[in-house]
């Protein structure tokens, strides 16, 4: 599984457009790229997938440049509830066998008022 | 519909003793996942169902742990001797298959265990 590398934690203020990028060098032809959101106290919830160029769905977009070595969530006008933990995942997911789903420990995104 | 479900919400046990936590997928759902998330750290990963496939266990960390699955429906993960350091919140997921467009997980709230 690609090795991730996202920001630690994010500050960012309601209303305002937010942008996680994520690092993954090494990632493979057949990976895809998935983000999930965690709240307290709750399991992650799945937002968004891709594998290139730019995805968008009512929660988010995500861009992903042509090398596919990085990519970015936005969350657009975000409000005090979007305060989470953001994981970037890439890979598809065990269909080698060898692989494991890595979560890291994730981008703890605080929206303040 | 009705989502993942765990059982119990919560649960604490003495050290040494053995303990089983429940998961109910959604139905339908292929495959199923178990995750260890220490607090404040990111999901660990620890064994995985999908179909009638033998189980990928190779993240589960010691032989105290185990898991079943009837068929597609019901997983328990069983921690025999129970020890400080799995105290944690244990999650389970699932999914309808683990191809790109079909892996989306779907997470259940949790067992949070504390071993004393």
């Known amino acids: 599984l690609a090795k991730t590398t996202q920001p630690i934690s994010m500050d960012s203020y309601e209303g305002q457009e937010v942008n996680i990028t994520c690092s993954h060098n090494?990632?493979?032809?057949?990976?895809?790229i998935t983000w999930y959101q965690q709240f307290p106290s709750q399991g992650p919830r799945f937002i968004i997938q891709?594998?290139?160029t730019k995805v968008t769905n009512e929660v988010a977009s995500l861009f992903i440049p042509a090398d596919r070595k990085s990519s970015t969530l936005s969350l657009p006008r975000v409000s005090l509830s979007d305060t989470a933990v953001y994981y970037c995942l890439v890979g598809e997911q065990f269909v080698n066998r060898d692989d494991k789903i890595i979560f890291g420990k994730g981008t703890r995104l605080h929206i303040l008022p | 519909g009705a989502g993942v479900s765990q059982s119990p919400s919560n649960k604490v046990t003495e050290k040494g003793k053995d303990v089983e936590l429940r998961c109910d997928p959604i139905s339908g759902h292929t495959a199923l996942y178990w995750y260890r998330q220490r607090l404040g750290q990111g999901l660990e990963f620890l064994i995985y169902f999908q179909g009638n496939s033998a189980p990928d266990k190779s993240g589960l960390p010691s032989d105290r742990f185990s898991a079943e699955r009837t068929g597609e429906s019901v997983s328990t993960l069983t921690i025999q001797r129970t020890q400080q350091e799995d105290s944690a919140v244990y999650l389970c997921?699932?999914?309808?298959?683990?191809?790109?467009?079909?892996?989306?997980?779907?997470f259940g709230p949790g067992t949070r265990l504390t071993v004393t």
């Open positions: 891709g594998y290139k």
């Open positions: 997921a699932s999914s309808l298959g683990t191809t790109a467009g079909a892996n989306e997980q779907y």
């Open positions: 090494n990632i493979a032809t057949n990976d895809y």
